[in-house]
């Protein structure tokens, strides 16, 4: 069973259009992110969510928001995109431990979103 | 912000040698994990470090946690053709409300010539 999983994983749109990726976790875990990864490889955080809060908002344009059903799902919305927004999102999880260990994220496959 | 250097940023070894890798930080980290990504893949964690000075293995994988918290190193031993990929270190910090934000090396691509 996949333990975080993402859809779609390849996406190909115009500019200018509104896109979601949907992210789904089934490790009980209580905090879920986005990450970005350019096109020279570099991830960086966009959001975390925990139990459906906002925890981390990055600069990171308005056109873009997340959105949490319940805190196994963690979607991400894109409105308006535009060509430099291509890049590979990740959607990520981890448990809620304090401080501690056992805190260390697990990472979906990836949505790689393409702007035309 | 905050920023990992990790070197080298690519590697080509032959099947069978030993491989090391290592980030460093001018901010000082809680926690430090290695992750691999496959093309086409999400990262994949390999080993998290939690104690200053902390060694830990697994299998052919061996990292350390700096002392100062604001370095670490990953050694693979008898590379074999299946460890090809990008390898990135990550600084962990606690952002509040069990949220914990990674900051990421720019990744060590390793290639292995059979």
């Not at chain 1, 020279?40 to 949490?68: A, C, D, G, Q, W």
């Not at chain 2, 080993?47 to 830990?56: D, N």
């Not at chain 2, 946690?65 to 460890?83: V, Y």
Request: aromatic share 10%; proline share 4%; net charge neutral.
């Amino acid at each position: 069973d996949t333990a975080v999983s993402q859809t779609p994983k390849y996406l190909v749109t115009q500019m200018g259009n509104d896109k979601s990726i949907k992210c789904e976790q089934n490790l009980g875990h209580d905090t879920m992110y986005w990450y970005k990864q350019d096109s020279k490889k570099f991830l960086k955080i966009m959001f975390s969510y925990n139990n459906k809060e906002l925890i981390i908002n990055e600069t990171v344009p308005n056109r873009f928001s997340p959105k949490s059903p319940d805190k196994a799902h963690l979607n991400l919305h894109i409105n308006s995109l535009e060509l430099g927004d291509s890049a590979v999102y990740f959607c990520a999880s981890s448990l809620r431990q304090g401080r501690s260990q056992n805190t260390e994220a697990f990472f979906g496959q990836g949505t790689r979103l393409t702007v035309v | 912000g905050q920023q990992l250097n990790q070197s080298p940023q690519s590697m080509f070894i032959q099947e069978g040698e030993d491989v090391s890798m290592n980030c460093t930080s001018s901010s000082i980290f809680n926690t430090w994990l290695w992750y691999k990504q496959d093309p086409g893949e999400g990262p994949v964690l390999l080993i998290a470090l939690y104690k200053a000075g902390e060694l830990t293995s697994n299998g052919r994988l061996t990292a350390q946690f700096g002392i100062t918290r604001k370095d670490s190193f990953l050694n693979i031993s008898a590379s074999i053709p299946s460890d090809v990929g990008i390898y990135f270190c990550a600084g962990q910090t606690y952002s509040g409300a069990g949220s914990y934000q990674l900051t990421f090396g720019k990744g060590t691509k390793l290639s292995v010539i059979p």
